[in-house]
Every structure is written in structure tokens, then in C-alpha cells.
T-cell receptor
Framework: NAGVTQTPKFRVLKTGQSMTLLCAQDMNHEYMYWYRQDPGMGLRLIHYSVGEGTTAKGEVPDGYNVSRLKKQNFLLGLESAAPSQTSVYFC?????????????FGPGTRLTVL | GENVEQHPSTLSVQEGDSAVIKCTYSDSASNYFPWYKQELGKGPQLIIDIRSNVGEKKDQRIAVTLNKTAKHFSLHITETQPEDSAVYFCAARAFSGGYNKLIFGAGTRLAVHP
């Protein structure tokens, strides 16, 4: 099992450009999440999904969109990148949201917006 | 909204010493508290967790304690080793928007010096 994978690993964008980050999991997990990690601020939830075809807003959703067309994939889109979106982005998945369900994280995508 | 505060932000210890990281949470309904370890260039990985019906849990050199009345929980690492050097995140599960989500602390950078 590969677990949770993310592509790309690194990306540099110019202000106003758009891009899509791809997350894939092979554990048949229902829940998937997108976080951003900034120095001194820990992990903040951007959007999440509780199943194929569903999405919901997290703490910091502005400027991002997501889609979950297939159970194993969760896409994060930036429509018009801004320097404030420079961050490290982590995708995670869990079997469900209840109980003691562990969230498994991908290796991250480092995004720089110039 | 829900909040998790984590202290200290940085911690430096000598190999063999103990390390303690403390977190407080705001949502009294939180009932699950995981701790994640993030090594350089990698995603966070669960190392131990505790539920609200338990006061303490141990796994070899690491232990977590929970005080529900005071709404705080702590991670204890004994006999620290250089490979314990990493960023540690605490989290608390909160029920918001109809779903369970993890709220993360800002992280503690632990350095273990040989």
C-alpha cells in the first residue's frame, strides 16, 4: 500500500495563476482532508470530504475549491493564487470521522506564490 | 470556535532527559486527543492517542495524560534519544458543522542533543 500520496511535491506559481493539487489514497477511506501548515500556526483545515461526491468547508476555505469525484482522490484547486497562499499543504484520510479513527497524512506539497 | 493551545513552541533537551509538552483545549465536548510527530520533510504521523474516559496511557517511552476538568493534556517522553527530534502536534476532536474534525495545536519543535 502506498498510503496517501500527493502530487506535485513542490510548485512555484506567480500571483494570479491557477493550479490543482492531487491527493490519492489506497486505503478505501471515506474521509479526506486538506490542511495548510504555516510556521507557528500548526495545521489548519481548508476543506474536507466525508465521502465520494461530498465536500465541506474547514477553518480557512477562502481562495480554495475542492472536488471528490472518486473515493480515492481529493483535489484542491487554487483559482487565482495569492502570496498569502504560500504554504505547505497536507492531505490526510481516515476511515471515518468518529471513534479513534487515525488520520493518515501524505508527504506534503510545498507551494510558493510569487 | 474550538481552539487548542500548545506549549512550549520549542524545547531543547539533552539525550536521556525527559520532555513534556502541554496542550489545553476549549471544547468541553472533545473526547479524543491524538498526538502526531512530524519529521523533517514528512507528513505528521500518529504516535499516541487518548480518549476522555482514560486519564493516562503509556506506550514504551511515551505517555499521555488527560485532565478533563482542567481541559488539558500532556505528552511525556522519557529517556529521550536523538531520533525523537521532530515537531510534535497535539489535537482535540471537535464536533462542528455536523461532523467530527481534529483541531491542532501550533506544534512544538523538540531538539534532543547527544
Amino acid at each position: 500500500n502506498a498510503g496517501v500520496t500527493q502530487t506535485p511535491k513542490f510548485r512555484v506559481l506567480k500571483t494570479g495563476q491557477s493550479m490543482t493539487l492531487l491527493c490519492a489514497q489506497d486505503m478505501n477511506h471515506e474521509y479526506m482532508y486538506w490542511y495548510r501548515q504555516d510556521p507557528g500556526m500548526g495545521l489548519r483545515l481548508i476543506h474536507y470530504s466525508v465521502g465520494e461526491g461530498t465536500t465541506a468547508k474547514g477553518e480557512v476555505p477562502d481562495g480554495y475549491n475542492v472536488s471528490r469525484l472518486k473515493k480515492q482522490n481529493f483535489l484542491l484547486g487554487l483559482e487565482s493564487a495569492a502570496p498569502s497562499q504560500t504554504s505547505v499543504y497536507f492531505c490526510a484520510s481516515s476511515y471515518s470521522g468518529g471513534g479513534n479513527n487515525e488520520q493518515f497524512f501524505g508527504p506534503g506539497t510545498r507551494l510558493t506564490v510569487l | 470556535g474550538e481552539n487548542v493551545e500548545q506549549h512550549p513552541s520549542t524545547l531543547s533537551v539533552q539525550e536521556g532527559d525527559s520532555a513534556v509538552i502541554k496542550c489545553t483545549y476549549s471544547d468541553s465536548a472533545s473526547n479524543y486527543f491524538p498526538w502526531y510527530k512530524q519529521e523533517l520533510g514528512k507528513g505528521p504521523q500518529l504516535i499516541i492517542d487518548i480518549r476522555s474516559n482514560v486519564g493516562e496511557k503509556k506506550d514504551q517511552r511515551i505517555a499521555v495524560t488527560l485532565n478533563k476538568t482542567a481541559k488539558h493534556f500532556s505528552l511525556h517522553i522519557t529517556e529521550t534519544q536523538p531520533e525523537d527530534s521532530a515537531v510534535y502536534f497535539c489535537a482535540a476532536r471537535a464536533f462542528s458543522g455536523g461532523y467530527n474534525k481534529l483541531i491542532f495545536g501550533a506544534g512544538t519543535r523538540l531538539a534532543v542533543h547527544p
